[in-house]
C-alpha cells in the first residue's frame, strides 16, 4: 500500500500538524505501508512542485490531510490543492479512487471547532470519486509544539489515537470511532489553557512593544 500524507500548515517543520503527520506516518511504516510527505504550500509554489503532488496523490492507496483549522476551514495552499485535484479527476479519467483521511487540530479549546473543516474534506472525497475514510480532530492544538510527549499525560490519548489509526488505515480501514474520541479529548482544563493562551499572547505584545490592552476594539467605536 502506497500512502501520502500531506501537511497543509504553511509552518512547515515547525507545526503541530508536521508533528502529528510525522507520527502518524510513522505507524502507518511499522505496520508495512510505503509513505510519502509532503508540504503543500511548498509544492504549490512552482508548476513543477505542483505537477509532483498531483502525480502522488494519483499514485496513492491513501491519501491523509494533516492541517491546522483556518477561519473554521482548511488552510488556503491546502483548498488550492483539492481544487485542482477534484478539477483534474473529473477532466480525466481517475485512476482509482484512493481513501482519504484527516487529522486537524485548531487553537481553539473544543474540537467540535473542526467539524466544519473535516465536513469539507467529506465532501471533496464524495466529489472527487475517493472513499472517505474519516477523520481525527482535536482541540487545543497550539499546545503541542514539536514533541507531543511533553503534553500532560505524556500525549497518551493521541499518542494512542494516532496509533489506532494508523492500524486501522493499513489494513485498508477507517479510522476508528474510539480512536476519534481519543484524540478529541480535552489535553488540559480550560482554564488553564486559556490561561496559557493569554499570557502567550502578552508576552507577544510585549515582545512587539504593543501598548494596547488585548480587548483594545478601535473598528467598534462610532
Given amino acids: 500500500m502506497n500512502a501520502l500524507v500531506l501537511t497543509g500548515s504553511p509552518k512547515g517543520r515547525k507545526s503541530a ?25 511548498a509544492g504549490l509554489r512552482t508548476d513543477e512542485g505542483t505537477r509532483r503532488l498531483l502525480e502522488a496523490v494519483d499514485g496513492s492507496d491513501l491519501v491523509v490531510l494533516v492541517f491546522p483549522l483556518y477561519v ?12 485542482i485535484v477534484a478539477e ?39 466529489r472527487a470519486g475517493m472513499r472517505w475514510a474519516g477523520a481525527l480532530a482535536m482541540g487545543m492544538g497550539g499546545s503541542i509544539g514539536g514533541d507531543i510527549g511533553r503534553l500532560p499525560g505524556g500525549g497518551k490519548n ?18 476508528p470511532e474510539e480512536a476519534t474520541t481519543l484524540f478529541a479529548r480535552p489535553l488540559m482544563p480550560r482554564w488553564l489553557y486559556t490561561m496559557i493562551g493569554n499570557l502567550g499572547w ?4 510585549r515582545k512587539n512593544k504593543t501598548r494596547r490592552p488585548l480587548t483594545y476594539r478601535p473598528y467598534s467605536q462610532g
Fill in 88 to 126: 483534474r479527476r473529473t477532466r480525466i479519467a481517475s485512476p482509482g479512487a484512493p481513501r482519504l483521511a484527516a487529522v486537524v487540530q485548531c487553537g481553539f479549546p473544543e474540537s467540535h471547532q473542526c467539524d466544519t473543516a473535516v465536513g469539507i474534506c467529506r465532501l471533496f472525497a464524495e
Fill in 158 to 175: 493521541i499518542l494512542d489515537a494516532l496509533k489506532m489509526t494508523a492500524e486501522s488505515l493499513a489494513k485498508g480501514g477507517a479510522i
Fill in 202 to 205: 502578552r508576552m507577544q505584545m
Fill in 72 to 83: 473554521d476551514s482548511l488552510p488556503a495552499p491546502l483548498t488550492r490543492l483539492l481544487e
Fill in 17 to 41: 500538524s508536521f508533528t502529528l503527520a510525522s507520527k502518524l506516518a510513522e505507524g502507518l511504516r511499522e505496520n508495512g505501508v510505503s509513505v510519502s510527505g509532503e508540504p503543500v504550500h
